[in-house]
Nanobody, 120 residues
Framework: QVQLVESGGGLVQAGGSLRLSCAAS????????MGWYRQAPGKQRELVAT???????NYADSVKGRFTISRDNAKNTVYLQMNGLKPEDTAVYYC??????????????WGQGTQVTVSS
């Protein structure tokens, strides 16, 4: 079993910055792609950014140039640096990871979510 624990959400004014962290723990043999998704009230969950174990990144068009995803493989942790925040970035942000457990089974895990609120 693999657990993801997020931290770093909160309330910030438009134009401000926040940094989210997500640490993976449990029966991890290897972590492949880690990423962040978000869900605003009344909307579907959407991809924000992903990063492979080798550091290849992918971003939603809406956050390109403002958000930066990174990871520390030694700590099984992924980060999301969010700059230039806008009210439309307000959402619950979820960490996601896939990989292989110590039982050599594929897994996909989600964190519990962290609220990000951007005031205008």
């Amino acid at each position: 079993q693999v657990q993801l624990v997020e931290s770093g959400g909160g309330l910030v004014q438009a134009g401000g910055s926040l940094r989210l962290s997500c640490a993976a723990s449990g029966s991890i043999f290897s972590l492949n792609v880690m990423g962040w998704y978000r869900q605003a009230p009344g909307k579907q969950r959407e991809l924000v950014a992903t990063i492979t174990r080798g550091g290849i990144t992918n971003y939603a068009d809406s956050v390109k140039g403002r958000f930066t995803i990174s990871r520390d493989n030694a700590k099984n942790t992924v980060y999301l640096q969010m700059n230039g925040l806008k009210p439309e970035d307000t959402a619950v942000y979820y960490c996601n990871a896939n990989g292989i457990t110590t039982s050599l089974l594929d897994f996909i895990s989600w964190g519990q979510g962290t609220q990000v609120t951007v005031s205008s």
